[in-house]
C-alpha cells in the first residue's frame, strides 16, 4: 500500500528564516511519482513541484529547493528567506502508474504541515 | 484556457436531501479524480477515472457516495441521502497523463445540516 507520511504537523517561524518541510513515502511500486502541493488560506490547491523515481537531482526553484533521497525514501521541502506570502498548508503526495495501461494512478497525500511565517 | 471549473462552490443542505456535485475537467486530460478535505482526515481520494472509465473507487465512503464520468468533459458526484458528516469541501482535479500533476478545482464547500 502506498502511505506519505508529513510529520511536522505545524511550523512557525519568523520572516527570514530557512524551513525545512519533512515527507517520508512507501511504496512498492518501482516507478512512481513525488509532488508538491500549496495549499494558500484562499483554499485551492497550488502544484509545485513533480519528480519522478528514477531522478534524484534536487531542484532548485527561487527560494524553494527539494531534496528527493530514494534510500531513506524522503523527499523534503526547503524554503530559504521565508516570507509571510509561505504561509499556507503544504502537501506532499505520491502517485504510481496502473500496471500493464501505464495510466495515472492514484494519488496518495500525507495529511499536510501548516507553516505560519510571522513579520 | 479554462481550468477545471466546478459547481455549485458552495452548498448548503438539510440532512436527506440529494446533493450533485459537477466537475469539467481541462480539455485533453484524460485523467479525473474526486478528493474529499476534512479537517480530521486531510485528503482523502474518493474515486478516479482513466479514460472516463473508473479505475478506483475504493475511497468511496458509503453507498450514499456514486459518481459519473459520461464523457470526457463532465463528471458528477452525488450523495443521496446527505448526512451532517458529508460536510467538506470536495475537490475535482484532471490530469494529462501518466504520472503527470493533477490540475484542481477551487472546490466545492458542502454543508450539511
Known amino acids: 500500500a502506498q502511505k506519505v507520511t508529513q510529520a511536522q504537523t505545524e511550523i512557525s517561524v519568523v520572516e527570514k528564516e530557512d524551513v525545512t518541510l519533512d515527507c517520508v513515502y512507501e511504496?512498492?511500486?518501482?516507478?512512481?511519482?513525488l509532488f508538491w502541493y500549496k495549499q494558500p488560506p484562499s483554499g485551492e490547491l497550488v502544484f509545485l513541484i513533480r519528480?519522478?523515481?528514477?531522478?534524484?537531482q534536487n531542484e532548485i526553484s527561487g527560494r524553494y529547493s527539494w531534496n528527493f533521497q530514494k534510500s531513506t525514501s524522503s523527499f523534503n521541502f526547503t524554503i530559504t528567506a521565508s516570507q509571510v506570502v509561505d504561509s499556507a498548508v503544504y502537501f506532499c503526495a505520491l502517485s504510481g502508474t496502473e500496471p500493464f495501461s501505464g495510466n495515472t494512478g492514484k494519488l496518495i497525500f500525507g495529511q499536510g504541515t501548516t507553516l505560519q511565517v510571522k513579520p | 484556457d479554462a481550468g477545471v471549473i466546478q459547481s455549485p462552490r458552495h452548498e448548503v443542505t438539510e440532512m436527506g436531501q440529494e446533493v450533485t456535485l459537477r466537475c469539467k475537467p481541462i480539455s485533453g486530460h484524460n485523467s479525473l479524480f474526486w478528493y474529499r478535505q476534512t479537517m480530521m482526515r486531510g485528503l482523502e481520494l474518493l474515486i478516479y477515472f482513466n479514460n472516463n472509465v473508473p479505475i478506483d473507487d475504493s475511497g468511496m465512503p458509503e453507498d450514499r457516495f456514486s459518481a459519473k464520468m459520461p464523457n470526457a468533459s463532465f463528471s458528477t458526484l452525488k450523495i443521496q441521502p446527505s448526512e451532517p458528516r458529508d460536510s467538506a469541501v470536495y475537490f475535482c482535479?484532471?490530469?494529462?497523463?501518466?504520472?503527470?500533476?493533477?490540475?484542481f478545482g477551487e472546490g466545492s464547500r458542502l454543508t450539511v445540516l
Open positions: 482535479a484532471s490530469s494529462p497523463l501518466s504520472g503527470g500533476e493533477l490540475f
Open positions: 519528480r519522478n523515481s528514477f531522478d534524484e
Open positions: 511504496t512498492r511500486d518501482t516507478t512512481y511519482y
